[in-house]
C-alpha cells in the first residue's frame, strides 16, 4: 500500500490564514533587515512589538517571527523575554567583520575568477554600468546606490561553485552594511569608491587574481578606515 505525505493528492498543508502570517512575516523581515542594516534604527534601539505594528502596518506574530529569524543570523539581538534591539556598534565589532568579509569575498572573487565564463564576463560588466550611472548621479540616494552596489559584488563572485562560501559571505556582507552606511553617507572628497570599484572590476576581467584580491581588500578597507574615525570622533565628543 503507498503511503502518501501529509497534503499531498490536493490536501493543502496550510490553512489561508497561516499562509498570509507568512507572507507577512517574510515581508516584516526584509523591511526591517533593510532598515537595520541601512542605520534607520539607532545602534542598541530596543525594537518594541507595537511600535513596529504601527511602522510596517504588520501583526505581531508575523513581526516575532520576522525578529527570531533576524536574531538567528545576528541581525538583531534577543534580549531574552523582554524583546528585541538593534545591536550596538563598535570599533572591535568593525574591525572583526572588516576582517571576516575579506577573508570570506576575496577567497570568493579567487574562485570566481577562475571559473568565470562569458555570460560571468557580461554579469560582471552590465553591473558595473548600471553602479556607474548610480554613482554619477549628482545626489545619490544610499538605498538605490546600496542596491547597485551590491549588485556588483553579487556579479564578481556569481562564478564561485561554493554554496557555503557564498552563504557565509552573505552573511558578513548584511552586517557590514551597517557600517557601509555610516561611511557612504559621510562627505568625504577624498575618495572615490567608482575609481575603486573600476580597478577590481578590470582586474577581474583581466583574470588577475592577485590583483583583484588586492583592491577588493583595499577597497573593503578604505571604508573601515572611514568608519573608524567616525566611531572615534563619536566616542571622544560623548
Known amino acids: 500500500m503507498a503511503v502518501h505525505p501529509q497534503g499531498s493528492r ?5 490553512d489561508p490564514e497561516e499562509q498570509g502570517n507568512r507572507t507577512q512575516a517574510s515581508a516584516a523581515y526584509h ?20 511600535d513596529l505594528r504601527k511602522a510596517y502596518s504588520t501583526g505581531a506574530s508575523p513581526l516575532r517571527e520576522a525578529l527570531s529569524r533576524l536574531a538567528a543570523e545576528g541581525l538583531i539581538v534577543s534580549i531574552g523575554q523582554r524583546g528585541f534591539r538593534v545591536p550596538p556598534v563598535s570599533i572591535d565589532d568593525l574591525r572583526d567583520i572588516t576582517n571576516t568579509r ?30 556607474t550611472k548610480v554613482e554619477a548621479g549628482e545626489r545619490v540616494d544610499f538605498a538605490v546606490w546600496e542596491e547597485a552596489n551590491r549588485q556588483f559584488h553579487a556579479a564578481l563572485l556569481s562564478a564561485c561553485p561554493s554554496r557555503w562560501l ?21 562627505a568625504n572628497e577624498r575618495r572615490s569608491v567608482h ?12 583574470r ?11 577597497h573593503i578597507r578604505r571604508t573601515a578606515e572611514i568608519d573608524e574615525a567616525l566611531l572615534t570622533k563619536q566616542i571622544t565628543t560623548r
Open 31 to 50: 523591511r526591517i533587515k533593510a532598515d537595520v542594516t541601512s542605520g534607520q534604527f539607532e545602534p542598541d534601539q530596543r525594537l518594541r512589538i507595537e
Open 208 to 218: 588577475d587574481v592577485a590583483a583583484a584580491c588586492r583592491e577588493a581588500e583595499m
Open 102 to 131: 575579506i577573508l570570506l569575498e576575496t577567497e570568493a572573487l579567487r574562485r570566481s575568477i577562475k571559473n568565470g565564463d562569458d555570460e560571468w564576463e557580461v554579469r560582471v560588466v552590465a553591473s558595473f554600468h548600471r553602479l
Open 166 to 186: 557564498m552563504r557565509f559571505y552573505g552573511t558578513m556582507f548584511d552586517q557590514h552594511r551597517r557600517y557601509r552606511s555610516m561611511s557612504i553617507q559621510a
Open 195 to 206: 575609481d575603486e570599484h573600476q580597478r577590481i572590476k578590470e582586474a577581474s576581467l583581466a
Open 10 to 14: 490536493g490536501s493543502p498543508t496550510s
